[in-house]
């Protein structure tokens, strides 16, 4: 399935030379270093992402969901999403967690990217959800998310196997607007950089509206 982009769609370009890098990588290389399992006959890589699989193509991306089970696409319906996956399988490498959470500005990086991050990240979670706590528990369960004791409302989402990020929400009142929190399994900050968690959350809460 293919996302058409518009002429001055500002993912075109990055996506296009991700796309060439993609296409210059030895799938082997990517399989271990990643742990996309690689099919060579089919020529896919094995992904599972926001709790769906697909097969993802090589060398030209193509992605199709190998099973349907009712939680939104998102790598078929956002172009952001094919963004991060593609960087992901040519830049990324498998981490494992110590069970630590961190919250952006603890990422490397995390500091230098903080306002970009409250932007589209928290300040977007908190006043899009933040005063409908069954709308952001509806759309947390439809992605699959684990329900976790946390703010008012709390969710753990898997991004990719192993990677699981925390959504916390806190209501608002007459006195305090809304709030929120975002925090990352450590093994985050050793295999991505700190802009490609920005992108993973943006995903997340647009995939929240699939």
């Not at 094995?46 to 009712?70: M, Q």
Request: aromatic share 14%; hydrophobic share 40%; glycine share 8%.
């Amino acid at each position: 399935m293919e996302i058409t982009y518009e002429k001055d769609n500002k993912e075109r370009v990055p996506f296009e030379h991700y796309l060439a890098e993609y296409q210059k990588a030895d799938p082997a290389e990517v399989s271990a270093r990643t742990g996309a399992v690689w099919s060579g006959d089919s020529s896919e890589f094995l992904i599972t992402f926001l709790g769906v699989e697909y097969a993802i193509r090589y060398p030209d991306f193509s992605i199709r969901i190998v099973t349907e089970n009712g939680r939104p696409a998102a790598l078929t319906q956002i172009s952001a999403a094919r963004t991060l996956v593609i960087r992901f399988l040519i830049e990324c490498c498998k981490a494992g967690s110590t069970g630590k959470f961190l919250t952006y500005r603890e990422v490397p990086w995390g500091e230098v990217y903080y306002r970009q991050f409250s932007g589209r990240c928290l300040a977007r979670l908190a006043y899009s959800y933040g005063n409908r706590l069954d709308a952001f528990c509806a759309a947390m369960e439809k992605l699959g998310a684990k329900k976790i004791l946390a703010g008012d409302a709390g969710y753990e989402i898997e991004v990719f196997e192993g990677y699981f990020i925390r959504f916390q929400l806190w209501g608002g009142d007459e006195e305090f607007p809304p709030s929120s929190q975002i925090l990352f399994s450590d093994n985050f900050a050793a295999a991505f950089h700190a802009e490609d968690l920005v992108v993973a959350c943006d995903v997340i809460i647009g995939a929240m509206k699939l």
